[in-house]
């Protein structure tokens, strides 16, 4: 009998989007957009930065398999993501399916969206492990990573829907 993964830790964040519910989902539901961060430099991942793939559901079906790959400080890293959960417009999870990464295991991260007049309140979360191979790398960057990985979703989608135009002079 397969038994659902056990994600022990958890961390959170929500943000108040200036967009409707449906516009948020379309964005937050394509990978390339959700997952940017990862494609950049960032002293996070010591300067290094990651590729994304996508099948040819591009992350949008339930089943459909996100990959990515990069180096870090020598090792290589990689991971696949397998979509568990899509209902547009409410919320979307996946989760690991194959992860070599340094500070977390395996992890299931999604969000959740709850319309509030004009904009939507969106929840980022991730469920998480520590690595099996590099349990006190976890133990000491594990929570840092989660939160910072999460923060740039966030902050991503906010810059995104937020964004005021300057005035001209």
């Not at 960032?42 to 996508?54: D, F, H, L, V, Y």
């Not at 006190?136 to 964004?163: K, P, Q, S, T, V």
Request: hydrophobic share 40%; charged share 25%.
């Amino acid at each position: 009998m397969d038994r659902a993964p056990t994600f022990p830790l958890h961390e959170e964040t929500s943000v108040r989007l200036g967009a409707p519910q449906r516009a948020v989902f379309d964005y937050l539901d394509d990978f390339r957009k959700l997952s940017a961060h990862m494609e950049r430099r960032s002293g996070m991942m010591a300067g290094s930065s990651m590729t994304i793939e996508t099948d040819a559901g591009a992350g949008r079906a339930v089943g459909s398999q996100v990959r990515m790959r990069g180096r870090m400080l020598g090792m290589e890293l990689a991971l696949t993501e397998v979509v568990t959960e899509r209902e547009p417009p409410l919320r979307k999870a996946w989760q690991t399916a194959d992860t070599r990464l340094l500070v977390v295991g395996d992890y299931r991260l999604g969000f959740e969206l709850v319309p509030e007049g004009a904009t939507t309140r969106a929840r980022i979360f991730i469920d998480y492990t520590l690595p099996q191979h590099a349990r006190w790398l976890g133990a000491l960057f594990g929570r840092r990573y989660a939160r910072w990985c999460i923060d740039r979703m966030a902050g991503d989608a906010a810059r995104y829907f937020n964004h005021k135009p300057r005035s001209s002079p």
